[in-house]
């Protein structure tokens, strides 16, 4: 049974954290690359964070030095910490696999299943 439930997102203002939580189900989760990814109003849903199953991390520009992305492997878990968030950060969030063919930033690769993500808005 192939799942996955994104969860954490919420309000909060420019400049603050939030960590947003996916829980996975499936193997096709456990033995790949898994990744963060975001959708903003009326633009294309982006890769923004990835993580290989032996830990090694990828961010898209946009993010990087401000995102920090982990898994747990055990609990089938990753997790996305997002500190100094900017109003551009506002976006529905997913996560999902990253196929070795997906380049950070617009997804190019299709994937058959997505979570229902949680959404993340960064206003004062």
């Known amino acids: 049974q192939v799942q996955l439930v994104e969860s954490g997102g919420g309000l909060v203002q420019p400049g603050g954290s939030l960590r947003l939580s996916c829980a996975h189900s499936?193997?096709?989760?456990?033995?790949?690359?898994m990744g963060w990814y975001r959708q903003a109003p009326g633009k294309q849903r982006e890769l923004v964070a990835a993580i290989t199953l032996g830990g090694r991390l990828d961010y898209a520009d946009s993010v990087k030095g401000r995102f920090t992305i982990s898994r747990d492997n055990n609990k089938n878990t990753v997790d996305l910490q997002m500190n100094s968030l900017k109003p551009e950060d506002t976006a529905v969030y997913y996560c999902?696999?990253?196929?070795?063919?997906?380049?950070?930033?617009?997804?190019?690769?299709?994937?058959?299943?997505w979570g229902q993500g949680t959404q993340v808005t960064v206003s004062s």
């Open positions: 999902n696999r990253r196929s070795p063919a997906q380049p950070m930033g617009t997804v190019r690769v299709l994937l058959n299943y």
């Open positions: 499936g193997s096709i989760f456990s033995i790949n690359a």
